[in-house]
């Protein structure tokens, strides 16, 4: 199966058509599909076993739920995934390259361009030594930052004190809590079981940070806690999202409010990643002007010495 030909088999399915007629126009192999079902091989196993993030994904939810939820569900899911990773490359690709092509000139000048004068005397290089430093600075906590990310997300191991110190950090809190919203758009409203949803929490691909959370809440309702008190006391979700939360859980609105959550959520993501960004250009563009300021001192240099003779 590809990612692709199960989008057609979901709105095939969507649509109405049967499902083995469905399973015919759709799959290239749709004969060994036929044949594993006709062994009794459920229709989510041969999902799981094929590759990509979205085709787990599906199978996770065909495990718990019907498989016209599950096709529901899913392209929520995949809306949600999308406007969040639009949203953070929207934002970031540009001040990104901006600044990516600062620290170029940046370089290029000291390495290339300031080895001829290297006759002259230090305090004229000082300011472009100056942008060296921050500029490699800015690109060695970037790397850092997102080094740690990856690892944590890939190997998932259990630092609290570094995980509390990385949620610090706004954008991912609430990248965290709108993952979180999603999956329990899914889930509350479907009446599927506290063991169930956490299980299906931390199957669901493409959504690594609840994916963690769940891990940990997992080990918290095993010594008898409710979902409930472990959300209100995991200080990684953000506090609107706690209150939606608690609002949908008592008035039983949870899907209405983990979507209000999610509206509002992808609003305020936009205005931190879009203030990170400026901040970002703002450190680009001074540094381009430093630098031609740095390279017309470097360049006068030289006039000074012949007007001393």
């Keep these: 199966m590809t990612e692709n030909e199960m989008e057609v088999f979901s709105l095939l399915e969507k649509n109405g058509l049967p499902f083995q007629d469905a399973i015919h ?9 036929t044949d594993l079902l006709q062994k009794g091989v459920p229709f989510f196993e041969i ?9 787990k994904r599906m199978a996770s939810l065909m495990e718990y739920f019907s498989l016209s939820q599950a096709v529901q569900y899913d392209q929520k899911l995949q809306q949600t995934r999308e406007l969040l990773t639009k949203k953070l490359l929207t934002n970031s690709l540009y001040p990104l390259f901006i600044m990516a092509f600062a620290s170029i000139l940046i370089w290029f000048f000291s390495n290339n361009i300031l080895p001829a004068f290297s006759a002259f005397e230090h305090e004229d290089t000082a300011l472009l030594d100056g942008l060296k430093i921050l500029s490699g600075l800015f690109w060695f906590i970037v790397a850092v930052i997102g080094i740690l990310i990856a690892y944590f997300l890939y190997t998932k191991p259990n630092y609290a004190l570094i995980w509390s110190l990385l949620f610090k950090i706004p954008l991912l809190k609430i990248l965290c809590s709108c993952e979180c919203a999603a999956l329990f758009e899914c889930t509350q409203n479907s009446g ?3 063991v ?3 299980s299906f929490m931390q199957k669901a691909t493409g959504f690594p940070f ?7 809440w997992n080990k918290k309702l095993s010594l008898g806690y409710s979902l409930m008190n472990c959300i209100r006391q995991d200080n990684r979700l953000d506090e609107l999202f706690v209150r939606f939360f608690e609002i949908g859980s008592q008035v039983s609105m949870m899907e209405t409010m983990m979507k209000s ?16 960004s400026n901040y970002i250009l703002y450190f680009a563009y001074s540094s381009v002007g430093l630098l031609a300021i740095s390279v017309y001192q470097i ?3 030289p006039l000074n010495l012949l007007e001393s003779f």
């Design 25 to 33: 126009l759709s799959f290239h192999q749709h004969e060994s599909i």
């Design 261 to 276: 959550y999610q509206e509002s959520s992808l609003l305020k993501l936009e205005r931190i990643t879009k203030k990170i």
């Design 210 to 216: 609840a994916s963690i959370l769940s891990r940990h």
């Design 192 to 194: 599927l079981a506290t």
């Design 47 to 55: 999902v799981h076993h094929q590759k990509g993030r979205r085709l």
């Design 299 to 301: 360049m006068l240099a």
């Design 196 to 198: 169930q949803t956490i």
